[in-house]
């Protein structure tokens, strides 16, 4: 059965395509046939931060019904699979956010997960991703307006008949006046799923057009969005060793010396 999760927010910047563009190829490396998809049709930058712009057909042109949503299905990292959003105002224009439920449906016999990277706001564009999901995932930052706006983003999704499964806490940075996840998960009223550490290696990532678990494995936030992956997927997570250094010059030195004296 395939499972559709949309990424939402309410506040812009929170991390959602950042988590989108990160959950996506673990699930895929992880065996589940996924597919992601640019739910931000104003402003889509998904496919920029995976490195595929200036495309054909994209998401744009299968919204405006003029192309059939299996022509804009690019390969990503890890062999997710893609359906970004075009760059162009025009393209924006021309999209009918109705045609969303269509697009998913000719999708959900070929996958076992969809994740949506939906709008911040509440317009039309972003309440359709919310109702099509099965499960929606809060993108919350541990700051009081980022909550707030989560707190509308689920008290809407309910309104609209969709169902939140929980929600990531991002950039947490540790300082004292951050809320910690029980504190979330109070005030939001849903599990977390997930925290994924404040790190400079996701934006270095993305200037590199590639999701931090693809360009910088090791980093703080990798591991964190692997775990998370794992637990989405429900399969067990089990931590990549790190890679074995390479000789220093005083064990090679120390070794000769050894050598030398037997
Ligand atoms: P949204 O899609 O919610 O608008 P983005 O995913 O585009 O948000 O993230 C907004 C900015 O925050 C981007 O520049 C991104 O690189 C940065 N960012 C997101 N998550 C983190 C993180 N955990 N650590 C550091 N920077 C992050
Ligand atoms: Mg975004």
Redesign the pocket.
Known sequence: MVKVYTIA?G???????????NLGPMMARYGKRTCILDA?VG?A?LGL?LGLEDLPVTLHEVLAGKARVKDAIYEGPFGVKVVPCGLSLQGFQESNPDRLRDVMADLVSEFDILIL?AP?GISKDGVIPLTVADGVIL?VNPEISSIVDAIKTKILTETVGGHVEGAII??IAGNRDEFNRAQMEKLLGVRVLGV????????RA?AGRAPVVVKYPPSD?SRAFKRLSADIAGIEYVEEAAPVSEESFIDRLARALFRAKA
């Open positions: 927010s506040k812009g910047g929170t991390g959602k395509t950042t988590v989108t563009a931000d402003m930058n931060i990277d911040a993108v991002n950039r994924i550490p404040e790190d400079p290696n996701v934006r993305s936030a």
